[in-house]
């Protein structure tokens, strides 16, 4: 093997081994960010009721406490907690108390590593490599915030624009002047249809996570991109949806969240937003 070839192979398995560390912490993101944002609330609630603020507890945060059985409250030693391969040796049960730990842990840490290496491959500089891998991660974070809790987080989303825009006035993914019109053509897109659908029905259909999660692809892919966000992310919502009711895993009028069809559709649109785009406008216009 050449020292060309050698040095790929390690800046591959490199980001596959940092992607795994990453996914660990993304799990303590999805699990405990919406019971912060919960508490922040309940005292936010209370200072504006003039009513006591409920008991806080412990530090409750993204470091604190450690990592610990969620069944037994004990905390999990380092042997216990490198990811994927400490669940595959504990049989996916914990260590002292045997309770059963979800699959989605070290599934999270998997797709987590699996994106990390699959930006590494199909980006021909390191920076656009880290850059990709970093709004990965954002996104696989509020789909699957958003499946257990139906909201996503200006934590995430808000950092998330100006990240994108940040990057892009270097034209790392498109231009800035596209960049910018993304992120303010995502947001005012949805709030319009909100609006309509609202005007018309009485009900929300949306969320105004939605729309920043929109601003925030736009932010990163540019404007062009979000052509074939709303395209995919409407039509497999749509799709998913009937399949779901049909095969009763869904009850009609039951809102379900669209974040994840757009942070599906918006990675889609990462790798394959230009060649989708072309094949759009063919349809449309044909030669």
Not at 13 to 36: C, D, E, T, W, Y
Not at 206 to 216: P, T
Request: with cysteine; charged share 10%; net charge positive.
């Amino acid at each position: 093997m050449s020292g060309e070839a050698a040095l790929r192979v390690w800046y591959v398995v490199s980001a596959g081994l940092v992607g795994l560390v990453v996914g660990s912490f993304l799990n303590v993101v999805i699990h405990r960010l919406p019971r912060m944002l919960e508490r922040r609330w309940h005292r936010e609630c209370a200072e504006a009721s003039g009513t006591p603020p409920p008991e806080t507890g412990p530090a409750y945060n993204l470091a604190r406490p450690g990592s610990h059985c969620p069944a037994c409250g004990r905390p999990i030693p380092p042997w216990a907690n490198i990811p994927v391969l400490s669940w595959i040796l504990l049989g996916g049960r914990c260590h002292q108390c045997k309770a059963r730990i979800s699959l989605r842990y070290p599934l999270v840490e998997l797709a987590s590593a699996a994106g990390a290496v699959l930006c590494a491959l199909g980006f021909a500089t390191p920076l656009q490599a880290l850059g990709a891998m970093l709004l990965f991660w954002m996104l696989l974070t509020l789909a699957l915030i958003d499946l257990d809790h139906q909201i996503l987080p200006d934590a995430i989303t808000l950092p998330g624009i100006w990240l994108g825009l940040a990057l892009n006035s270097g034209d790392l993914f498109v231009p800035l002047r596209s960049a910018l019109w993304g992120a303010i053509l995502g947001y005012v897109f949805l709030w319009v249809v909100y609006q309509s659908f609202r005007l018309l029905t009485g009900k929300e259909g949306l969320g105004y996570g939605d729309f920043k999660l929109l601003s925030l692809l736009g932010a990163w892919l540019g404007a062009q991109s979000l052509i074939v966000v709303i395209l995919l992310a409407s039509v497999i919502g749509a799709v998913t949806g009937i399949l779901l009711i049909l095969t009763g895993h869904h009850r009609r009028g039951q809102p379900l969240p669209f974040g994840p069809f757009l942070a599906g559709a918006g990675l889609v649109s990462l790798a394959y937003g230009g060649v989708l785009l072309q094949f759009w406008l063919h349809l449309i216009h044909p030669a």
